[in-house]
């Protein structure tokens, strides 16, 4: 009850702030988002990852809505729905265990219902939102499967000192990518939302070799299951991301990043650990070349757990990071190094369509400690602008593990895709 007034309050605070707004027309914008896709996952590994049949799921999903603008106040609402046109596949919550996961389970739901607040040096969003912090690396949308994760919560972004930005989000709840059937069939650690009291804090100063952000994140899982209760955590860094112009056609870009992360709140685990991401790249017209390392690392002396702890982001966009397979959602005990490089190349145009970006990643993953080496990642993706509403993308990603299973889901698991998206 507590939470619900803080937001009420917090709504009419910014209301009250804002003042009368301009006398300006009534403005809607509709919001249609669709995307068929196509996922096949081959697993195979010691029982009980021993699959009978590889996974076959072809899902569509839908988001619709719209925005209604007056002035500097909006009012958005986005309804979300996903439907399984074939259910070979376990989604994480349908009881389907002798099939790999495809983490796209039926669902509809209310994704966004926000009230917005927005001027050029201060936007307010109170309500169910899409946030995205930076890379995703630790707040994401998940974007990349079928339901959304969504945040209930306040927002507010401040702009009026030039070159600086302070973003400072409070969360209640995290609504998450297994939908209405969240924890059903034993999946107690999958529920549909994760109440807690989380603070996402940014403050980002632009200089002329980039951009320069301090961090902290305090994530609260108020959740009577343990292994949510795990990841509570309090987070503490930095972050440079940047690039240089060498040419007319080449460009250097690079990112370093530092954080330091221990157990908060309700967590029973007490750890310490680190983190660290360091990455460069470079453009030469068409060809872009990258190589980067990123660390999450373990904690040997956690204690409330055994064989210890390691860095977690759980709200985190993780199927950007450590491999398409998804092998790594949550960080192995003995933690993990990623070593990565890539390749791409894009082609601006194909007759009206465009642009075309070929991509290609390799990973070596290993551990913090220990010196294990758990397995090599080879990821490829294709994707297409067809016109300004739809587009396209196939993708592949092989992940083969080294000796014997090192962690929880460790196999051999190759994925595909295919799949079309339509936006208004």
Not at 91 to 113: F, Q, W
Not at 213 to 233: C, H, I, P, Q
Not at 364 to 374: A, K, T, V
């Amino acid at each position: 009850m507590g939470k619900i007034m803080f937001l009420a309050s917090a709504s009419a605070l910014a209301a009250a702030c804002a003042g009368p707004a301009l006398a300006q027309d009534v403005v809607f914008k509709p919001i249609v988002e669709a995307r068929l896709r196509y996922e096949t996952v081959d697993q195979t590994g010691p029982a009980p990852l021993t699959s009978s049949q590889d996974a076959n799921a072809v899902t569509m999903r839908l988001r619709a809505g719209g925005e209604i603008s007056k002035g500097p106040f909006a009012f958005l609402a986005e309804a979300e729905g996903t439907l399984a046109l074939d259910k070979d596949y376990n989604s994480g919550v349908n009881g389907k265990t002798l099939y790999p996961i495809v983490a796209d389970p039926e669902n509809v739901e209310a994704n966004r219902v926000q009230i917005q607040y927005r001027t050029k040096p201060l936007v307010v969003t109170i309500g169910r939102q899409r946030i995205n912090l930076d890379d995703q690396r630790f707040v994401g949308s998940v974007g990349w499967r079928q339901n959304e994760q969504t945040f209930d919560a306040v927002r507010v972004e401040y702009m009026g000192v030039e070159n600086l930005k302070v973003d400072v989000t409070y969360a209640i709840s995290a609504r998450t990518i297994w939908g209405i059937d969240g924890g059903k069939f034993g999946a107690t650690n999958r529920p549909t939302n994760i109440d807690g009291d989380n603070v996402f804090a940014n403050i980002s100063y632009k200089t002329k070799l980039g951009t320069l952000t301090g961090f902290a994140y305090l994530v609260d899982e108020d959740e009577a299951v343990v292994a949510l209760r795990r990841n509570s955590s309090q987070t503490y860094g930095a972050r440079f991301m940047g690039a240089l112009p060498l040419s007319k056609k080449v460009k250097l870009s690079y990112l370093a990043s530092y954080a330091r992360q221990s157990d908060y709140a309700s967590n029973p685990v007490r750890y310490s650990a680190d983190y660290v991401a360091a990455e460069l790249g470079l453009d030469v017209a068409a060809f872009k070349l990258t190589g980067g390392y990123e660390l999450l690392g373990s904690d040997p002396g956690a204690t409330g757990i055994a064989g210890g702890y390691a860095f977690q982001t759980p709200f985190a966009t993780l199927h950007k990071f450590n491999g398409w397979a998804d092998k790594f959602l949550t960080t192995p005990g003995t933690g993990i190094q990623d070593y990565y490089a890539g390749a791409s190349y894009t082609v601006p145009k194909i007759g009206k369509a465009g642009p075309l970006v070929a991509s290609f990643v390799y990973h070596r993953f290993n551990s913090d400690r220990l010196s294990i080496h758990y397995g090599d990642e080879y990821d490829a993706q294709v994707t297409l602008k067809i016109d300004r509403h739809l587009s396209a993308l196939v993708k592949y990603a092989d992940y083969e593990r080294k000796g014997i299973a090192s962690y929880a889901g460790d196999a051999d698991t190759r994925k595909f895709w295919a799949q079309i998206d339509y936006a208004l």
